[in-house]
Structure formats: structure tokens, C-alpha cells
């Protein structure tokens, strides 16, 4: 019978329940974000510092370690395997560079702390003690965890204002956009900002309409909780304000329909016996409780914290400051500052589904935004506030919407309120042949509310295709993944890093023994020793260009990447052909090179004569060559005639021109070549070029260059006909 009651009563929580058990069973298909290790480890080291007041390592067993003492997925010595099996498990990012006393863990010009905290704790658990997780999954099992408690937050916010169908929805909504649903397994920032944001509203809105102090209580730790991930938290203040006020006012004007007779004083009075006094202690504590927690939970604030605080806050004036010059709310700027790709990130990246749902929802919110103690308002503003704030140059983002992940929920649960108008307008509109068929409204409303719900199937099936890429999704609007690519849009195909493991589980699966592995763009962090083989070399000072010593060189292709105009990229396109990619809509995402011979073409050079003329611009030395005509170019060497000329020449810019007149600038100059790169060219520098044609090529030696020019000795390759 009580077994009965509480399905009866709960069943709809399956619906987050069988999101969660997905998510927690897929974490080891998902990578890590680029910056994650640095998380890690500072995590680690503050709470080996918290728990034990121990600032190192030294009294913890290594990781396992290579031949070059880097860490690896088994001791080179002992033939030890470094997984969830090993007897005494400690974590690959528990680093001894990277302990309480290192620059990491004691600076603050980054992200606050709490989130590393947790993500370290999860790993200490899950991997460390109990040994039921891989080292990496542990860390990112705190982000699935807190995105299942925005689910339940969402699902009981909106079954208590607007019933089981709207929840479930919502729910749905929450979990089917492509962003959340990946970067929950691999961002250890975001997603738990993002859910501890919209639990501290619902525990605020909770406990000012029920009078209780004890959820404004819980809104507040929810918050610091928030704040300590990141400081988004900062504009919750005017998310609450317009429902506060109209929530507060509909409150007084109910109180002061029943006093007969008004006055001044009388109004007064009610204003402030509005809230009991234990509600008012609540919010002048609601600040003081969100900053201590901030405060607390980041060790490296308290040697200096006047110092911290300001590196926090200058961080955050950095990177997330508006960067436009004219002054707020001014035509010029609106006219010029106004971001609309803030808004192209949100419909074409966003479910159809969901956007559709989300616009009925919001007129619908607006009619019915008195009922339920105004909550509507509180979500409306959520959402088209943090949409706004970034379109209009408030405040600035990059890297699409993983930022302001707080409008996600909102999003949902106005989508709710969309499907559940959108149910009853279709049950009406059925009622009639409904009952020629003899079918009850009970069956009817149900039949409906199926049909509303299998409205998501298509994003779904979308995301098991795209499986564990989503976070690369595009719908149909721009032509899906493949549309943005063909339109350029910016950062198409950015997987943050995620696709990283599985080019490193195709590497370790197919690369011959004791291959060699560099990243085209990134650095070391970027992959996790331990899930690489142990025997494949990982450097990338193994970038060999020209000299095409048997590398693989892995990269993670993104729309407008920054580095795309580099030598190190440009050759592995003009010369090289692929040997593996890992495809979204037919884009590749990531792709694998192995730098030998029988992948490319012909890369042979040929020594080139050339007319070369010195001058002086603007304080700076420049040196000139002109080829008798354009010719694509392949090297050029650099012979200076002491030491000095060398040390201060490192620097020097390197431009090309088919005219004389237009100078194009290359992203490298004199000392940007690896030690692989150049080796066996026997000159001081040496500047690669991918084949750029060009009949100019003009050198700029920094300012104050103190050498002549006329003693540097230069040699110019250029490509044979058929190398491209």
C-alpha cells in the first residue's frame, strides 16, 4: 500500500532519475575541458591542506612514472599499473609541482575555488578510497551530481507551480540541450555554477513566500556555493529584485485591504511588518553568508586577502569586463556594442524543439505571471536578463553560451509552461472526437501529453548520433554542424578538449611501439597521461615539420581557430594527409597526421637566388629579399655573426609580399621553430614557411638591434613544382 502511494506520488522522478543514471554511465566516453588539470591539482592541494594542514606530497606514494619521469599508465620500474586496481591509489594531478606552495595554489587571479574543492573530494572517494571509478571520471563525477540536483530543482520548482506535465518537460528541456548534456561530464566549472545559481532562487522564492528563514538560509549557502565557482552570482541581485518587488508589493496591497480606514502611519507599518523579523536577519545575513563561504573556501585568499580579493576582481574586470569604449546605454553604444552572436550561439545551438517550446512559454509567462506567487517573473528575468547582459555589452564571454549556463534552467521551465499550454490548447481542440470514440479525458490528456513529449525524440536520437561530441551540436536552422563550417561560424566544432581521448584511444589502439605524439595546438595538461599508452612519447618539441621524423600530430579542429595561420598547422594541411578523423556531420572535429613520408607529398626544396636590400624604418633594421619572380617558399636560414646578434635578434618578424607595397605578417619569426623542426640546417635560425607564395620576404629586427645587416649571411629555399 505506502509502496503504491509514493510511485503514485513520485514516478515522475524517473524521468531526471534515467537522465542522471545515463550520464554517470557514459562519463568514461568524454575527455576533459582544456583547463581541467589545473583544477585538479589545485583542488588536491587544497584539500590535502584542509584535511591535513600538509602543504606536499612527499609523504604520499608517486604516481606511476616513465623513463623521462613524466607520469605514465605504468611504472617503468616496478611494471605497476596506475588504475582504480592498484592497491595504494593516489590521483595523476596529486603533483609535486603543483602542491599548496606552488604559484597555482596560492594565486587568485583566476576562478574561485570551491568547485576544485569538490571535484578533488569526489575523486578522493570515489577513486581513491572506494576504487569504484578511474581516476579521471571520479573528478567529473561531481558534475553530473549537480546537474541531477538542478534536474530535481527544476522538476519540484515546476510540479508545484504548474504540475507533473510541465516538469517533465522541463526536465527533458534541461536535459536534451547538447551543451549541458556533454560539458556536465567534462566542465568542472559551469555546469555546478549554474546549478547551485538556480537553487539558491528556488530556496529564496521558496522562503520569502512561505515567511521561513530557513530556505533564505539555504538560498544563501546555495549561492556562496555559487559564487565560490564562479562569480556569476554577482547579477542574482537583479534576477531578484523585479519579483521581489512585485511579489512585496502584491503582498501589501493584500494587507492593506483589510485596514478600513488608511493612513500614513498605517501604510508604514505594514511595510515593515511586511516579513517577520527572522526573515529580515535572514537577508541582512544572506550577503555576509555568501561572501564568507567565498571567503573560506579558498585558502589562497586568506595570507593576504585585501591582495587577493583585488587579483580576483581584476581577473574578472579581464576577461569578463565589457570591452566596449562607449558610453552605457548610448545610441553608439547599442549601434556598435551590441553582440549578436550571443544570440545566433542560442538558436542555433539550441534544440528547435526548445526554442519553439521556450517562445509560447514566454507569452504564456507574461499572461499568468501573477499566478504562483509571480514566479514566471523570477524566470523570465532570469533568462532574458543573462541573455541580455552578454548581447548588449554588459558584461563580456567567449567561447559561446558554456559561460552563463544559469539561463539553461529557466530556459527549461518556461518551456514547460509552453508544452503544458500547448497540451491543453490540443485537448481541447480533441475533446470533441474524443468522446464520439468514447475515450475519457483521463485517456485524452494522457494521449496528448505523449505526443507533446515525442517532440524531443528527434534531438534525442541527434544526441546518441553525435555521442560524446554533443557539445558540437548545430540545428537545422544553420544546417546543423556542417552548415556552420560551410558559413564559418566562429568557434564551430570547438569541443573544448573532449575529443582528445578518443584520438588518444585510436593512437593507442593503431600507433606502432614506441610512437611519438605531439598536439598541434595546446600543451601537455591538454591530455592524461594515464589514459595514454605507456610507451608512446608525448612532446610536443616532437613537431618535426620538413623533416618528417614519424610523429603523430593531433589537433582539434575549430572554426576561426586562432592558430590556423601558423606553420605548424598550414603544413599539416598543404603537405599532409590524415590518417584518422573523428567526424560530426560529416565535419571533422579532431584529426590525427603522422609526419612521415609515405602520408605526404613532395616537400623537397631547392636553393634560391635573390636580390637583398637593408634599410631602417622607424628605429627598426630591415632586410629585404626579391625573388626574379613568385615562387612558393619553403625555408629560410639565418647565420649570424656572433653571439650577441643572436641572443638579441630572437624576436624578429618575418613579412611577405607579391609587391613590395602590401606586407603580409607571418605568425612566427626568428626563434618560434622547435629544436625538431630546424635541426640539420646548421644556422642560427631558421624560419619555415608552408608553402606561401610570395616574391618579397622582408625581415624586422627588433628596435635597438645593435649588429649591421650586411654581416648576416641568409640561404632561401623554395618548394620544387610539383611538392603541393
Not at 393 to 402: A, H, M, Q
Not at 652 to 658: C, G, K, L, T
Request: charged share 20%; hydrophobic share 45%.
Amino acid at each position: 500500500m505506502i509502496h503504491s502511494i509514493v510511485v503514485k506520488r513520485f514516478w515522475f522522478l524517473l524521468v531526471p532519475l534515467i537522465f542522471f543514471l545515463v550520464s554517470v554511465g557514459t562519463l568514461h566516453h568524454y575527455g576533459m575541458n582544456w583547463d581541467s588539470p589545473v583544477h585538479f591539482a589545485r583542488g588536491q592541494a587544497y584539500l590535502r591542506y584542509i584535511l591535513t594542514g600538509k602543504t606536499d606530497y612527499k609523504d604520499l606514494p608517486m604516481f606511476c612514472q616513465n623513463a623521462s619521469n613524466l607520469n605514465s599508465r605504468v611504472d617503468i620500474q616496478t611494471g605497476e599499473v596506475c588504475d582504480r586496481h592498484r592497491k595504494v591509489r593516489v590521483s595523476e594531478y596529486e603533483s609535486r609541482l603543483i602542491d599548496f606552495n606552488s604559484w597555482v595554489s596560492k594565486g587568485t587571479y583566476g576562478h574561485p575555488a570551491f568547485s576544485d574543492i569538490m571535484i578533488a573530494s569526489s575523486n578522493a572517494v570515489f577513486y581513491k578510497q572506494l576504487g569504484w571509478m578511474e581516476d579521471l571520471e571520479s573528478y567529473h563525477l561531481y558534475g553530473v551530481v549537480v546537474t541531477f540536483l538542478l534536474a530535481l530543482t527544476v522538476m519540484f520548482w515546476v510540479q508545484r507551480t504548474f504540475g507533473t506535465f510541465a516538469s517533465i518537460v522541463a526536465v527533458i528541456t534541461l536535459y536534451t540541450v547538447p551543451l549541458l548534456f556533454a560539458e556536465q561530464h567534462m566542465n568542472v566549472k559551469d555546469p555546478p555554477m549554474a546549478a547551485f545559481f538556480v537553487i539558491a532562487l528556488y530556496f529564496f522564492w521558496l522562503g520569502v513566500t512561505q515567511k521561513k528563514a530557513k530556505y533564505i538560509i539555504l538560498s544563501a549557502l546555495a549561492g556562496g556555493a555559487s559564487f565560490s565557482t564562479k562569480l556569476n552570482f554577482v547579477f542574482a541581485p537583479f534576477v531578484l529584485f523585479p519579483w521581489f518587488l512585485v511579489f512585496s508589493f502584491s503582498q501589501l496591497k493584500e494587507k492593506l485591504s483589510t485596514v478600513k480606514k488608511l493612513s500614513f502611519g498605517k501604510i508604514l507599518g505594514s511595510i515593515l511588518n511586511l516579513y517577520p523579523k527572522r526573515i529580515l536577519g535572514a537577508f541582512a545575513a544572506y550577503p555576509l553568508i555568501v561572501f564568507f563561504f567565498f571567503f573560506f573556501s579558498w585558502p589562497a585568499l586568506w595570507i593576504d586577502p585585501a591582495k587577493s580579493l583585488y587579483e580576483v576582481i581584476r581577473y574578472y574586470t579581464d576577461i569578463g569586463g565589457a570591452t566596449c569604449s562607449y558610453t552605457y546605454f548610448s545610441l553608439h553604444w547599442f549601434l556598435k556594442c551590441t553582440q549578436t552572436t550571443t544570440l545566433q550561439y542560442f538558436f542555433y545551438t539550441m534544440p528547435p524543439i526548445s526554442i519553439a517550446l521556450l517562445l509560447v512559454g514566454s507569452v504564456v509567462a507574461v499572461f499568468r505571471f501573477r499566478e504562483n506567487n509571480y514566479v514566471t517573473i523570477l524566470w523570465l528575468t532570469l533568462f532574458y536578463f543573462t541573455i541580455t547582459r552578454v548581447t548588449l555589452s554588459v558584461t563580456n564571454i567567449y567561447g559561446g553560451l558554456r559561460q552563463i549556463m544559469e539561463y539553461i534552467a529557466p530556459m527549461a521551465m518556461i518551456a514547460g509552461i509552453g508544452a503544458l499550454f500547448i497540451r491543453d490548447l490540443l485537448v481541447k481542440a480533441f475533446s470533441r472526437l474524443f468522446k464520439k470514440l468514447m475515450l475519457s479525458s483521463k485517456v485524452l490528456v494522457s494521449t496528448i501529453s505523449v505526443v507533446v513529449v515525442l517532440g524531443f525524440v528527434p534531438i534525442l536520437i541527434e544526441l546518441q548520433k553525435i555521442h560524446p561530441n554533443q557539445n558540437v551540436y548545430f540545428n537545422s536552422f544553420i544546417g546543423g554542424l556542417k552548415g556552420a563550417a560551410e558559413s564559418d561560424f566562429p568557434g564551430h566544432g570547438n569541443s573544448y578538449g573532449n575529443a582528445l581521448l578518443q584520438g588518444v584511444r585510436w593512437l593507442n589502439a593503431n600507433a606502432e611501439p614506441n610512437a611519438t605524439l605531439a598536439l598541434v595546438s595546446g600543451n601537455a595538461q591538454n591530455i592524461s597521461r594515464a589514459t595514454l599508452r605507456e610507451d608512446i612519447l608525448f612532446s610536443n618539441g616532437a613537431r618535426s615539420g620538413f623533416n618528417q621524423e614519424g610523429e603523430y600530430q593531433m589537433l582539434m579542429v575549430t572554426g576561426q581557430d586562432l592558430f590556423r595561420n601558423t606553420f605548424r598547422y598550414q603544413y599539416l594541411y598543404n603537405f599532409l594527409r590524415p590518417i584518422y578523423e573523428i567526424k560530426v556531420d560529416d565535419v571533422a572535429i579532431l584529426r590525427i597526421w603522422k609526419n612521415s613520408k609515405e602520408y605526404s607529398n613532395n616537400t623537397q626544396g631547392v636553393i634560391e637566388q635573390f636580390e637583398r636590400a637593408e634599410s631602417v624604418v622607424d628605429e627598426k633594421k630591415e632586410t629585404v629579399f626579391k625573388l626574379k619572380e613568385r615562387k612558393a617558399l619553403k625555408t629560410l636560414t639565418v647565420l649570424l655573426p656572433n653571439a650577441t646578434c643572436k641572443e638579441k635578434a630572437v624576436g624578429a618578424s618575418v613579412y611577405i609580399s607579391d609587391d613590395d607595397a602590401r606586407y603580409l605578417p607571418k605568425d612566427e619569426g626568428l626563434g618560434n621553430f622547435s629544436e625538431r623542426e630546424v635541426a640539420g640546417y646548421n644556422a642560427d635560425f631558421v624560419v619555415l614557411f608552408p608553402g606561401d607564395e610570395a616574391q618579397y620576404i622582408k625581415v624586422v629586427y627588433p628596435k635597438n638591434y645593435p649588429c649591421e645587416q650586411d654581416k648576416t649571411r641568409f640561404q632561401l629555399f623554395t618548394l620544387k613544382e610539383d611538392s603541393r
